[in-house]
């Protein structure tokens, strides 16, 4: 929506946010949220305001499960290489090692109930857990300990 209003962000001088005077400082635009919220109600979708923590876990978690999927696929041989290029080239957290370092630490197991739970309460579209994160969430399992399952 916004997009084709040619609201594409801080060059247009709008998006989600406006970008008013020289100093092109930002502010919410209320057209914006009013236009969203419509949109909401007309697709019959709640609107509530998820907490910090729920921010995060969807974040991360959804990220997570893409990393599970890469590995599944061979894209990614190992789960380390995508810490790399997450801790390298995008900026995630070193001292949490990675989005996939991060899981183990957190438990898959929790990440899939998460997930899962994403399923119910949310659009369950686009939260379907990987297989491979199912089978090491069930198992009580690691990417770690898969990672050195694999190299053997």
Known sequence: MLTERGWIG???GRGYYRYDGADRKRAPDPEVVAMLHEEGQRLNIPQRKPGKQEIVER???SMIN???LLLEEGIALRASDIDVVYTAGYGFPRYR??????ADTVGLKVIYDKIMEFQKTLDPQ???PAPLLKKLALAG??????QAAQSR
């Open 126 to 128: 686009y939260w379907q």
């Open 97 to 102: 090692g990675g989005p996939m370092f991060y």
């Open 66 to 68: 893409e990393g599970a």
């Open 10 to 12: 801080q060059k247009a």
């Open 59 to 61: 974040c991360l978690y």
């Open 141 to 146: 399992s690691s990417f770690a300990q898969w």
